[in-house]
């Protein structure tokens, strides 16, 4: 601690100052005479070095707080960011599994009418016209049904409110006393 370098060399030269100028002989109360000032002297160099560890230690609390507010940050903005990567990574997976159950969904139903439309060909063939075309009908009124309804679905679905591209930040500062 370099700080108190000056303060100790001005306490040894004023305390050698004062033995060089005391009276050769001490008697008595001349020895007060030596040691009063020696102790005033002492005493306000012991305050004065209390007071500059007093600056040094609040000092040093102020760079600790300061460090810990950006390390909070940093945890804060860090925590943020691993929630909208989980958030963004959920909203990926449910959009496949959408996906792919619709996509399994349409195909079954795709067989399904290509069967009922199927079968109504062959009745139409074997000459039972009225129930053929009643099969043919039902097949594609329920198919139109079915492909207005998967439009519905894919409007709302953009309807929907999209993952954010970028995470947000929080801008908190630290809080002071």
């Known amino acids: 601690m370099l700080k108190f370098l000056p303060g100790i060399l001005l306490l040894q030269a004023i305390t ?26 002492g005493v306000l160099t012991a305050a004065w070095f209390s007071s500059m560890a007093a600056h040094h230690n609040k000092d040093e609390i102020n760079r600790l707080q300061e460090c810990h507010a950006k390390e909070r940050e940093a945890l804060r903005v860090n925590a ?3 929630k909208h990567r989980v958030i963004k990574q959920a909203h990926q997976e449910t959009i496949q599994e959408v996906r792919r159950s619709s996509t399994e969904a349409n195909i079954k139903v795709g067989i399904a009418f290509a069967g009922a439309a ?19 009908t039902t097949a594609g009124g329920a198919l139109g049904g079915y492909v207005l309804r998967i439009r ?14 970028k995470p947000r930040l929080i801008n908190a500062s630290p809080t002071t006393k």
Do not use: D
């Open 16 to 41: 050698v100052v004062l033995v060089l100028i005391a009276p050769a002989e001490l008697s008595g109360w001349g020895w007060l005479r030596l040691l009063i000032p020696v102790g005033i002297v």
């Open 80 to 82: 943020e960011r691993a």
């Open 118 to 136: 199927g079968i109504g060909g062959l009745l139409l063939l074997t000459q039972f016209i009225t129930l053929g075309l009643l099969m043919l």
């Open 152 to 165: 519905q679905e894919k409007a709302k679905m953009e309807l929907l409110p999209k993952a954010k591209t």
